[in-house]
C-alpha cells in the first residue's frame, strides 16, 4: 500500500496519461490528484481526491514573471504542506505548470519522484527540474538523446486510456459507406486554425463521396455552416478511440497524446503542428511521425491556399471509388503508424511507481 500524489493539469496531453497510470494502479493505493481550476476538473474521479492550488508558468514582462515566481514560491510551501499532511510517499507528474512547485516540494521532503515527459521536446519545467527526480520516463526517443544526457531517462512510451488497447464498435452515429472515413481533430481543446483549413474543403470532399467527422472544439463561431449527412461535426466526443479505430486518415494536431493514440490505432495521419505550441515542441512530434513514414506534416496556412488539400486527395485517391489499390499510399502509413505503437506504456509506469515504493 501507498499514498501517491499524482499531479496532472491544464490539457489533455497531461491529464490523459496520468488518468491512465492512476487508474491502473492497485486500489489498495491512496491517490491524491493535485490540480487547478482547469479541465482536471470534468475529467478527474472524485476518488483521487483532487486538491486544488495556483500554479502558472514565468511568462510576459519583468513584473509579470516576479509576481509569477512570488506565487511558485508560494505553491512550493503549500505543496510542502500537503504532502507532510497527506503523508504521501511518491509523487507522479506528467510535467506542466503544476509539476514545479511539485517537484521542488517532494525534494525538500526527500520523496521521490516520477516524472513522464511526452513530447519529443520537453517541456520548461521538465527540462530545469527533472535532474530533482528520481526518474524521468518519456514518450519519444528523441527527448532522450537531446535534452536528458546526464540524467538516465527510461523510455516508456505514453500512457494510454484503455479504450485505445482494445477493439471498438463503430459509434452509430458514424455515417455508413464506402467512401474514405476521414476525422478531423484538433485535440482536447479544438483547433480553430485547422477548422478554418479543412471547411473549404468540405463540400468537393463530400461530392467525391468521402465520410468525415469534424470534432471541432467549442471556441469555433462557423460551427454549422456545412449540412450533408455525410458530415458530422461534434464539439468533443468520448468515442474518439473508435472513431480512430474505424477511420481511414485523420487530420490532426501534434500533440504528444494524441499522437500516441493514433499510433495504437494504426491511423495514417496529416499532421497541422500547432504554430504557437511552447518551444515548438508539436513541430519536432510531428516530424519524428513523419521521418517513420508515418504521417504527412503540413504548416498551417490559410484556407484559401492548396497545400492540405493537396495533401488529402494525394493520400485518398485511391480510396473515393471505394476500392483499394495495390498503390494505395495509406496502407503502408498504417503498417508504419502501427509500428510506433507503444501499447505496454501504462504498465511500465505502474511498475517504476511500484519499485520506487
Not at 514565468?58 to 503549500?78: C, D, S
Not at 530533482?132 to 536528458?148: S, W
Not at 502501427?338 to 520506487?356: D, E, H, M, R, Y
Request: some cysteine; hydrophobic content about 45%; glycine content about 8%.
Amino acid at each position: 500500500m501507498a499514498r501517491l500524489l499524482i499531479a496532472a493539469s491544464g490539457t489533455g496531453g497531461h491529464l490523459f496519461p496520468a488518468l491512465a497510470v492512476g487508474n491502473a494502479l492497485p486500489s489498495s493505493w491512496t491517490i491524491f490528484w493535485l490540480g487547478a481550476n482547469r479541465l482536471e476538473n470534468k475529467l478527474v474521479p472524485k476518488r483521487f481526491n483532487q486538491i486544488k492550488i495556483n500554479a502558472n508558468g514565468l511568462q510576459g514582462n519583468f513584473l509579470k514573471k516576479l509576481i509569477e515566481l512570488i506565487n511558485l514560491i508560494i505553491a512550493t510551501g503549500r505543496v510542502f504542506i500537503i504532502l507532510h499532511q497527506k503523508k504521501i510517499d511518491l509523487v507522479f507528474t506528467t510535467g506542466g505548470y503544476i509539476s514545479a512547485p511539485t517537484i521542488l516540494g517532494a525534494r525538500i521532503l526527500g520523496i521521490p519522484v516520477l516524472l513522464h515527459e511526452s513530447n519529443a521536446i520537453p517541456g520548461k519545467v521538465t527540462r530545469l527540474l527533472g535532474g530533482f527526480c528520481k526518474v524521468v520516463a518519456i514518450g519519444q526517443p528523441l527527448a532522450a538523446n537531446k535534452y536528458f544526457k546526464n540524467k538516465q531517462t527510461i523510455l516508456t512510451g505514453t500512457p494510454l486510456r484503455k479504450a485505445f488497447l482494445k477493439k471498438q464498435p463503430i459509434p452509430e452515429w458514424v455515417p455508413l459507406g464506402n467512401g474514405p472515413l476521414l476525422l478531423v481533430i484538433g485535440g482536447s481543446q479544438g483547433a480553430l486554425g485547422l477548422n478554418q483549413m479543412i471547411r473549404p474543403l468540405l463540400p468537393s470532399l463530400l461530392k467525391a463521396g468521402c465520410r468525415i467527422i469534424h470534432l471541432t472544439g467549442k471556441n469555433d463561431p462557423h460551427i454549422g455552416q456545412q449540412i450533408n449527412p455525410n458530415y458530422i461535426k461534434k464539439e468533443f466526443s468520448d468515442e474518439v478511440s473508435a472513431l480512430m479505430q474505424h477511420s481511414d486518415l485523420a487530420i490532426s494536431r501534434a500533440g504528444a497524446v494524441t499522437l500516441n493514440e493514433l499510433a495504437i490505432s494504426g491511423l495514417p495521419a496529416i499532421l497541422v503542428p500547432y504554430p504557437k505550441a511552447t518551444d515548438n515542441h508539436q513541430e519536432a512530434n510531428a516530424g519524428y511521425f513523419s521521418s517513420k513514414g508515418a504521417a504527412v506534416i503540413v504548416h498551417q496556412h490559410p484556407p484559401q491556399q492548396s497545400t492540405l488539400k493537396q495533401a488529402i486527395w494525394y493520400l485518398i485517391k485511391t480510396k473515393t471509388n471505394g476500392k483499394a489499390t495495390a498503390e494505395d499510399p495509406l496502407e503502408e502509413m498504417r503498417k508504419n503508424m502501427q509500428s510506433l505503437a507503444k501499447p505496454n506504456a501504462t504498465q511500465k509506469l505502474v511498475g517504476i511507481l511500484k519499485a520506487l515504493n
